[in-house]
């Protein structure tokens, strides 16, 4: 198997960069218009670590999602997919959205860290069981969060209580041999030490979603992992790895709808 083909998403969707050019677009107006956000939101000590946090109403209350960026480890950050709050906001949900430093800059095993801190941050500030959703690498470290020992950390066990991770990467020794690795610099052994595959099951609600055009490795990735933590998975038909993430604007999509349902159960 070819997978650096695999796993170039960028190579595989010929428009991709007129759609990461229309999120920027989507996601400034979003950011400009809504009236109840808290913007740049500190959670650490880099300009990188601060999240916006999104409120479906002037109250500032109610339950919480954390949605994480995807980008490699190495590209973009929380302002590439302000709007895609919209849907669940809809449904009287909060999302949280964090940046977080990037690779090579930082160690995967620092950023992991650092998207929990943010996770805390959250769950301090408004006692919140919360969903953790993201995309691509996003959906690599929500469900890192799910497995997260949140106890050891001073806060409730459960703290995240569910993830929805879409087009996600669990099993990341595949990606040493392909591009992505240039810049992250995995071995083999941390590799599999910050694959969420080889974790035990934190025995939570998992569901993955995968494009139903990404291919053979992102299918096998979402599917590995609801095998092994006892989740369910799909396949969105007709989505690719850009905008499988699309219906989470729509407050009436099934994505949107597993959402809320995976929030509230």
Not at 8 to 14: F, L, Y
Not at 56 to 83: I, M, N, T
Not at 154 to 168: D, H, V
Request: net charge negative.
């Amino acid at each position: 198997m070819d997978l650096e083909a695999e796993y170039n998403n960028r190579a595989k969707v010929p428009n991709s960069a007129e759609i990461r050019e229309s999120w920027v677009r989507d996601a400034a107006a979003f950011r400009q218009t809504h009236p109840h956000a808290e913007l740049d939101l500190s959670y650490g000590p880099t300009e990188r670590q601060a999240l916006d946090l999104f409120w479906p109403g002037p109250a500032r209350e109610g339950p919480v999602a954390v949605f994480v960026h995807g980008g490699y480890w190495q590209w973009l950050d929380r302002k590439f997919g302000s709007h895609l709050a919209r849907g669940l906001l809809a449904h009287g949900i909060a999302v949280a959205m964090p940046s977080y430093d990037l690779c090579p800059t930082v160690t995967l095993a620092v950023l992991v860290e650092q998207v929990r801190d943010a996770a805390a941050f959250v769950a301090r500030r408004h006692g919140q069981r919360m969903l953790a959703t993201g995309n691509s690498a996003g959906g690599h470290l929500a469900a890192m969060l799910l497995a997260t020992d949140w106890a050891s950390r001073g806060l409730p066990p459960g703290t995240i209580k569910a993830a929805l991770p879409i087009s996600g990467l669990f099993d990341l020794p595949p990606l040493i041999q392909t591009s992505v690795n240039t810049a992250v610099g995995l071995d083999e052994a941390e590799a599999r030490r910050l694959s969420p595959l080889f974790l035990p099951s934190p025995g939570l609600p998992l569901h993955a979603v995968v494009g139903g055009t990404e291919g053979a490795e992102y299918t096998r990735q979402s599917r590995s992992i609801a095998e092994a933590w006892g989740g369910t998975w799909e396949a969105a038909e007709g989505y690719n790895h850009f905008t499988v993430i699309e219906p989470l604007t729509d407050p009436d999509s099934a994505l949107v709808k597993k959402a809320v349902a995976l929030q509230t159960g």
